[in-house]
């Protein structure tokens, strides 16, 4: 039986969904890829109704920030990850790479909920610097298609034309995506997206200032980024599994922002109870109403679902209420917490780097290749692709040259 999930109408989400063995599919290994990305991303916003705040892809998994409208919020997670993935299978295949088949992995989607807008603050900055504290780019604009970034907030829709690949003539030719503040920001801000969009760049861009001066070798660069090849994957360790899973974020540090994390923990400990209890009794017992906010059994089974308790917060019908319009000193206090937050992960970023230095370089070669392998490296790299006569596509280009095309 599927696991209990929350999902509840007006609820902001921070999203992040990882590729397959940490491969490079999500990397600008070809110039298409950008297109697919975006026209996915867009076509399951419309046709679930979900605003989009921002979303950036990390080569190997991507960050995504969205508040829901209507409860639905795996409907629009199963549309984006499976057109995407089918856009990037058909591109693979049109380069001469193998195509995975399932560009993501088996595990879902990590969805935590943003209860207050200190939280939402602090996990779009968190967003915004993880290229950065992963020692891809020197800054987030370096970043290569940073098309849904802050830096869209207030300035109109972006038009997203239907790509070449996969998408066929029954979609539409143009998608318009606009990227809005999340609601609870957006009031306590007043209302004013200028505002908000030049206090979280300030903070975004102080952050990396700081990052750049922690970092212990250099960043890997956008052009390098756009040379790297589909199959290729990090050199440090995957990491470990088992550990606690975040279901929901409560931002600042003050007695507030306790109380209300105490608060949702209570009630998220309660909902499982009440979610475990009802499904013992089920499905011998179908009259026993379900908590409410419970998902894929209302979905595939079609259980009762009780009404939402009046003091629920993760349950919630909508938006956290009684959020007061914060001043100029509180939001920049906020976006700077959770830079600061992400400096401390900057920490455990320069363990890995320095392990990986340890580790020294993978031996890469082809399947093809008939050398036995080095016995003294620490680990092997094995690329699908190349074919015979064809020049390789990981070698370096100039910065403009694409991909080289299939023949």
Request: net charge positive; with cysteine; proline share 9%.
């Amino acid at each position: 039986m599927t696991a209990p999930r929350i999902v509840v109408r007006g609820a902001t989400m921070a999203l992040t969904r990882r590729t397959t063995f940490r491969k490079a599919f999500l990397a600008d290994w070809a110039p298409e890829v950008e297109g697919v990305w975006l026209y996915a991303l867009a076509d399951a916003a419309r046709e679930h109704r979900v605003a989009v705040h921002h979303a950036v892809r990390v080569v190997t998994h991507h960050h995504l920030t969205v508040t829901l409208t209507e409860p639905n919020l795996g409907a629009f997670l199963r549309r984006f990850h499976r057109e995407l993935s089918c856009g990037l299978n058909v591109l693979l295949a049109a380069y001469g790479f193998d195509a995975p088949k399932s560009v993501f992995d088996a595990r879902p989607t990590h969805a935590m909920r943003l209860l207050n807008w200190e939280a939402e603050a602090e996990h779009l900055i968190y967003e915004r610097l993880n290229p950065v504290a992963a020692g891809l780019v020197d800054t987030a604009r370096e970043m290569p298609g940073l098309g849904l970034g802050l830096e869209r907030w207030g300035r109109g829709a972006l038009v997203v034309k239907r790509p070449d690949v996969y998408f066929g003539t029954d979609r539409p030719q143009e998608l318009r995506l606009e990227l809005t503040p999340p609601p609870a920001l957006l009031r306590a801000g007043d209302g004013d997206v200028v505002r908000l969009r030049k206090a979280l760049l300030k903070e975004a861009d102080r952050g990396e200032a700081q990052l750049r001066r922690e970092r212990v070798r250099p960043a890997l660069g956008p052009y390098a980024l756009r040379s790297i090849h589909p199959w290729q994957e990090p050199k440090t360790l995957a990491e470990p599994g088992g550990g606690r899973v975040p279901r929901f974020k409560v931002g600042g540090r003050g007695p507030e922002a306790q109380a209300l994390r105490l608060r949702a923990s209570v009630e998220w400990k309660r909902w499982k109870g009440g979610y475990w209890g009802s499904l013992d009794h089920w499905p011998e017992n179908r009259a026993t109403p379900f908590p409410y906010g419970t998902y894929e059994m209302r979905r595939l089974h079609r259980v009762n679902v009780a009404d939402p308790a009046p003091d629920a917060l993760l349950a919630a019908p909508g938006n956290v209420e009684g959020i007061e319009p914060a001043g100029r000193d509180a939001l920049r206090d906020a976006a700077q917490t959770g830079a600061d937050d992400t400096l401390e992960a900057m920490q455990t970023a320069q363990k890995l780097a320095a392990d990986d230095v340890a580790r020294g370089e993978p031996e890469v070669r082809h399947r093809f290749t008939k050398r036995a392998p080095d016995p003294d490296a620490p680990r092997l790299v094995v690329h699908r692709d190349r074919r015979r006569d064809r020049p390789s596509p990981w070698a370096p280009r100039a910065p403009d040259d694409p991909p080289t095309p299939p023949r």
